[in-house]
């Protein structure tokens, strides 16, 4: 068995899958995920399109929103083109708009997801915070997911195939600490609320731009489960199918994605073959640094 690669490596490795390289003015490329397989994580072309929208504006103005909808599962291996189009530049806003696209056997592209992204130059306004932070243990007091992975899989043994396995235990990059039970943790069902802990498994580098989108890959964790909860089914088990279809995320103050933020979701409905989720990301101080809205198709899977 090889050794599992550092913290700082797995950061290394995040942060160069999050730099798009320019290709002409206004077309990014984004790199596939080293060792990547089946389908891409939607993070990582949300994020990857946010650094594309953000090599655009260049006058100070930040990423206070953006919402996505993914079109088609995009392939792991092939990489990513990402197009802007510059649809507003304002004295106090600016709009982006992105499609993310990967080329087809014949020449052909495919857009994958749409972004839109509205930026805004810094400014002093009224202020007020109605979300009280949940009360939940701290992260000190939690073991890590990776450990309660380890643990499920063993207990699973050769009830759990190769590549769910490899799926499981694959190193990351981010440390994510569950405060309750996300649907793998759990086949009995359960309110539709989870609460998780993440940062990065090592320091980031001191770039704002850089840490919205790795908030913005971390988003995409645990949202769509929430809606599982209450069913007691899970993806990892083979009981369900579901992909993303949209994904929105507002900014509310700056944050640093290496240090412990606390990510509560909840999902006030499913039906239809669909959930709907929301998410609320704190800082260790309580503040709300940023809101999230996500629905997915959501389906049992059916026996052969």
């Known amino acids: 068995m090889s050794e599992a ?18 290709r002409a003015t206004d077309v990014y490329q984004g790199l596939p995920q080293k060792g990547g397989t089946g389908r891409v994580f939607g993070g990582q072309v949300i994020a990857q399109a946010l650094q594309a929208a953000q090599t655009s504006v260049t006058d100070g103005k930040q ?8 079109l088609r599962g995009g392939k792991e291996g092939p990489p990513i083109e990402y197009r802007i189009e510059r649809d507003f530049d304002g004295r106090s806003f600016a709009n982006r708009r992105v499609v993310a696209s990967q080329e087809n056997e014949d020449g052909s592209s495919t857009p994958i997801l749409n972004l839109t992204a ?36 063993d207990k699973l043994g050769d009830g759990l195939g190769d590549p ?19 649907h793998w943790m759990n086949r009995e069902p359960s309110e539709p609320r989870a609460h998780s802990w993440f940062r990065t498994v090592a320091p980031l580098p001191d770039d704002p ?5 790795v908030i913005s890959y971390a988003s995409d964790y645990t949202l769509l489960g929430t809606s ?8 990892m088990r083979g009981e369900l199918v579901g992909a993303s279809l949209d994904h929105a995320i507002w900014f509310h103050r700056p944050a640093r994605a290496d240090e412990w933020l ?7 409905w499913s039906g239809s073959g669909r959930g709907m989720n929301l998410g609320r990301i704190f800082n260790r101080e309580g503040q709300l640094v940023a809101s999230v ?3 997915g198709m959501m389906r049992q899977r059916k026996g052969k």
């Open 5 to 22: 690669p550092s913290p700082e490596k797995l950061v290394a490795g995040l942060v160069k899958l999050l730099t798009v390289e320019k």
């Open 63 to 70: 990423a206070h929103s953006l919402h996505a909808y993914f």
């Open 118 to 153: 509205s930026f805004q130059a810094p400014e002093d306004g009224m202020e007020h915070d109605d979300a009280p932070m949940p009360d939940v243990p701290a992260p000190e007091d939690l073991r890590t997911d990776m450990e309660v992975r380890r643990e499920i899989a």
């Open 164 to 182: 769910q396995r490899a799926m499981m235990l694959r190193p990351r990059p981010i440390d994510m600490r569950t405060c309750d039970r996300l």
């Open 209 to 213: 731009q850089l840490h919205r989108a």
């Open 228 to 235: 599982a909860l209450p069913h007691g089914l899970s993806w």
């Open 262 to 268: 606390l990510y509560a979701t909840q999902a006030p």
């Open 293 to 295: 809205a996500q629905e």
